[in-house]
């Protein structure tokens, strides 16, 4: 595995925030930490939010220009706070959160910088936990007839979805993330059996809502990429790693994903694609935090690890 710098664009839209973690606080939020692992990667990413005008807002916009994520399009919200989150972890790693609403990033306004940018960008990737409220909800639909490809990240966070509004967002979107839980879920909801095998579920979303390309992910077990108009579903296992924490795994497999994925100078195979997800993503659960310092020679000497292992294994077997 290599970075490099790539000639695609890609533009986040949604919250940001501070999480609250036992161990101290850390930069958060799905969308932030998408456009973070792009703008590594080597796809210039731009992130479309709102913070407060106050001292978390400060530190927020200091610390993300640290980390070399554009802070262009981070609007300034003089009424609403800068988001917090309280983060919680299990004994079995297992992480819930609890979110404070309303906060800036519900504000999220529209104008002629921020329409120009999705109109530039070769895809605009969001959350639907970002539409919870109604005006960051009505500049995400007055965005959406810009985008060139449209990428969904399901985060059913209680109570702040309803199934309605779920479904909404599926019906405009191109790829599609979510976890299988969040699939028994909108299953559900539209009708399903709760014998219905994931593959069935998958197929009812694709016809309902019409989205072509739909990525499950199984945590430990890895991901199922599953394409309507190729007709094929591919799964790709997760690399065993000691688990750290599992916060913001899934935001690195959706943006290591997307950067093979939209690439314009070759075509990449399925493999390819979920390969490189699967291993930012493992490196992003044995390190602490959703957006830990990584380099190209940090992710390749991970890669080598993991193979060399593979390898004696295979050799033993």
């Given amino acids: ?8 664009k890609g533009m986040c839209f949604g919250e940001v925030l501070w999480d609250n973690l036992p161990t101290g606080r850390q930069l958060g939020g799905a969308p932030l930490n998408v456009a973070y692992h ?20 400060d530190d927020l916009l200091q610390r993300c220009a640290s980390l070399g994520i554009p802070t262009g399009l981070f609007q300034r919200d003089p009424i609403h706070p800068t988001s917090t989150v309280e983060v919680h972890i299990d004994k079995n790693r297992d992480v819930t959160y ?13 104008g002629e910088q921020e329409l120009q940018a999705v109109k530039e960008a070769d895809f605009l990737v969001f959350g639907s936990l970002s539409t919870r409220n109604q005006v960051s909800y009505e500049t995400w639909k007055l965005l959406l007839p810009f985008a060139k490809f449209k990428v969904l990240d399901v985060n059913l966070r209680a109570p702040f979805y309803t199934p309605e509004r779920v479904l909404e967002l599926l019906s405009h979107v191109d790829l599609v993330k979510m976890n ?12 399903l059996a709760e014998t219905s095998t994931d593959r069935m579920k998958v197929d009812a979303i694709m016809d309902k809502c019409c989205v072509d ?6 945590g430990a077990k890895g991901a199922v990429y599953h394409v309507q108009s190729a007709g ?20 690195s497999f959706l943006a290591a994903f997307l950067a093979q994925r939209c690439r314009k100078d070759k075509v990449t195979s399925p493999e ?9 993503s493992g490196f992003i659960t044995q390190s602490e935090g959703a957006c830990p310092i990584y380099h190209a020679a940090t992710l390749n000497r991970f890669q080598w690890l993991h193979d060399l292992e593979a390898f004696h294994i ?3 077997s």
């Fill in 1 to 8: 595995m290599r970075t490099e710098k790539l000639t695609i």
């Fill in 98 to 110: 609890e979110i404070l609403f309303p906060v800036a990033w519900d504000y999220i306004a529209l």
């Fill in 38 to 57: 792009l703008n590594k990667l080597g796809v210039e990413t731009l992130l479309l939010t709102r913070v407060g005008e106050d001292e978390a807002g």
């Fill in 272 to 280: 390819e694609m979920l390969s490189f997800a699967a291993t930012l």
């Fill in 213 to 218: 390309e739909i990525i499950i992910t199984y």
């Fill in 180 to 191: 299988q839980e969040e699939l028994g879920m909108v299953a559900t909801w539209m009708g």
């Fill in 314 to 316: 295979n050799g033993a």
């Fill in 232 to 251: 094929f579903s591919y799964h790709f296992p997760a690399l065993p790693v000691r688990v750290k924490d599992t916060i913001g795994s899934g935001d």
